[in-house]
């Protein structure tokens, strides 16, 4: 039988509490929910939480900063909710001081008008997924052979080897 809405929510709840998200919301500006969407349309992103959450990891406070000037049309004011998980919010925490101890409402509006300022193709980079380059050492790389080897040794089978110097 399907679980009810109530029974799911339950889940998510508690699955949230296990990975100790924290849910944010920030009344911004109206011109700043409709960029967050432009954003979002542009870079092919469905869910504005892992939107905002590449905006901080990809953080530039400086870029950032020199958008603390851009005048938005006056509009009813919108909400911004998402969850955050303790990294993601340390990060917040960290791009929010470096812009001269700004809220985290306000380093999210500036992060967002940065990204915005870039266009479609210039906002790629605010909004890519950080990837780790993985390289393994010389040293890694002998011991990791050396070992494959001496298995080789217990069991054979058909191979041929020879020791690495």
Excluded at 22 to 47: P, S
């Amino acid at each position: 039988m399907a679980k009810s809405g109530k029974e799911r929510s339950a889940k998510a709840a508690l699955k949230r509490l296990g990975k100790q998200e924290v849910e944010l919301r920030h009344k911004v500006r109206h011109g700043i929910t409709q960029m967050l969407a432009d954003l979002m349309h542009w870079n092919e992103i469905e869910v504005a939480g892992e939107a905002l959450q590449l905006l901080i990891l990809n953080a530039d406070p400086v870029a950032a900063l020199s958008q603390a000037a851009t005048d938005l049309p006056p509009s009813p004011p919108g909400l911004i909710r998402h969850h955050v998980r303790p990294g993601a919010l340390e990060r917040l925490n960290e791009v929010a001081e470096s812009l001269h101890g700004a809220s985290q409402k306000h380093a999210i509006e500036l992060l967002i008008l940065c990204a915005h300022a870039a266009g479609p193709e210039g906002s790629a980079k605010y909004l890519c997924i950080p990837r780790h380059e993985i390289v393994i050492s010389e040293n890694v790389s002998r011991t990791f052979l050396n070992e494959s080897l001496r298995e080789l040794r217990k069991d054979p089978g058909d191979e041929r080897f020879t020791l690495a110097s």
